[in-house]
């Protein structure tokens, strides 16, 4: 499959992103809604086919045109292969292809093949109305867009995130910070704790900006008027996220067993993963898997309930072995939005948007120090009520949409001009 959509027109921006659509990056359909909104023509090129059964609300609004790359190149040969005679007609074919095989020698992967398969095939497919590309995440969808704006002379951009900044090498993240190498004329990133890190590695700290993604509060339901439990009623814990490694769940199903029989406590997860399995199996061994509910992947609207639904959100972000970390997770804003009290930890950047003690608490990401964060606001629901509306507070204050869209319209806008 090469495209979901087609339009008469053909826009002048092209946004690679790794997937589309994918229920766990509601942070980028947001931003492209907005774009759209805000005036921005684009098409969409996936790295990656579709592997959600749902889709959030968002994904209908989206107008734009969406077209799938090879997802392998075994898979569609012909196509490969006449995209890449195109585009060794292209004028800077062999810059792309040098940069490429130096990438190469440093990363023989065959990700690293296929990157510049799927920039062949994006350089050969974008439409002659192109003037810039715009690349979601910093690695494989950037490597794609670099590689494709070199060979058809045109400049890149990307938005960096989480994993995207802490896995790449130094090396890659450098030369994709320099004008000297062919590297992005702007990047932006969500969190300061990034941004800080590759403004250190840039050839000048203004090619990349600190964009919150923040949140369309239209999207979303007035925080409901809630009825705070008291100390001894149950208490119905939930979290949202992927299971993997970084976001702690093996160690909050730790904390849930050290909580004391006493507390009548229920968490349910929302979200997939590969350690699904894993994990039910660490809350099997621990006894409290009766506790437990694993609701898989979820639309919008359906988290929006359980949040409504619930009486505290725990978010135990840490830092996998890899290096993989959270940047600053869209759910604790949506969390917020609906007046919910909030447990997290004081991973990245996290702390830009929770001061411990005043909207939500930090806690350590070791399973003693989780449940006794647990405990505290089980016990103290007035304080706990106090947090959630510091949270709700600070969202509306500091984490709207708008003030991102603006600044990152204004970036695309000055780099298509340079074109």
């Known amino acids: 499959m090469t495209s979901q ?10 946004i690679v992103v790794k997937g589309w659509p994918r229920l766990s990056e509601t942070f980028i359909a947001q931003e492209l809604v907005a774009l759209e909104a805000a005036g921005h023509s684009f ?32 898979q569609e040969p012909d196509r490969v292969w ?6 060794k007609a292209m004028p800077g074919y062999q810059t792309a292809y040098k940069i490429w095989r130096e990438d190469l020698r440093r990363d023989p992967s065959r990700n690293r093949i296929r990157r510049f398969g799927q920039a062949c095939v994006l350089a050969a497919e974008m439409p002659d109305e192109v003037l ?40 890659e993240l450098q030369e994709k910070l320099s004008a000297k190498t062919h590297g992005a004329t702007f990047g932006a990133t969500c969190t300061g704790f990034g941004a800080k890190h590759l403004q250190d590695l840039a050839d000048t700290r203004d090619r990349v900006d600190l964009i919150y993604h ?45 909580l004391p029989e006493t507390l009548d406590w229920h968490w349910t997860h929302i979200g997939g993963g590969d350690m699904r399995d894993l994990l039910q199996g660490i809350a099997e061994d621990a006894g409290v898997t009766d506790r437990i509910s694993w609701r898989g ?14 009486d505290m959100f725990v978010l135990p972000s840490r830092i996998a072995r890899d290096g993989d970390r959270d940047g600053l997770p869209n759910v604790l804003m949506e969390a917020a939005s609906q007046r919910l009290p909030i447990i997290s930890t004081a991973v990245s950047a996290i702390p830009e948007f929770i001061d411990s003690g005043t909207h939500g ?43 991102g869209i603006a600044r990152l319209s204004q970036r695309l806008n000055a780099m298509m001009q340079v074109a």
């Open 297 to 310: 992947a979820c639309d919008q609207p359906e988290v929006i309930a359980a949040m409504r639904a619930c």
């Open 132 to 171: 810039g590309l715009y690349a979601h995440f910093l690695h494989t969808p950037s490597s794609v867009a670099r590689y494709a704006a070199i060979m058809r002379g045109l400049p890149w951009s990307f938005s960096a995130h989480a994993k995207d900044i802490w896995t790449s090498p130094d090396w």
């Open 5 to 14: 959509t087609s339009g008469a027109s053909r826009p002048p921006l092209a």
């Open 43 to 74: 098409e969409i090129w996936s790295l990656r086919q579709p592997t959600d059964l749902k889709r959030h609300p968002l994904h209908e609004k989206l107008s734009a045109a969406v077209h799938y790359l090879p997802e392998y190149l075994y």
């Open 82 to 87: 006449t995209a890449r005679t195109q585009a």
């Open 214 to 258: 923040g949140l369309d509060l239209s999207r979303f339901p007035s925080p409901p008027q809630r009825k705070w439990r008291a100390p001894g009623d149950p208490l119905h814990l939930m979290s949202v996220g992927r299971l993997v490694e970084k976001k702690g769940f093996d160690r909050l199903i730790g904390a849930l067993a050290l």
């Open 361 to 403: 608490l930090l806690s350590k990401d070791m399973p003693e120090a989780l449940a006794n964060a647990i405990l505290t606001l089980s016990h103290n629901p007035e304080q706990a009520a106090r947090m959630a509306e510091a949270a709700l507070g600070r969202l509306r204050k500091d984490f709207g949409m708008d003030p």
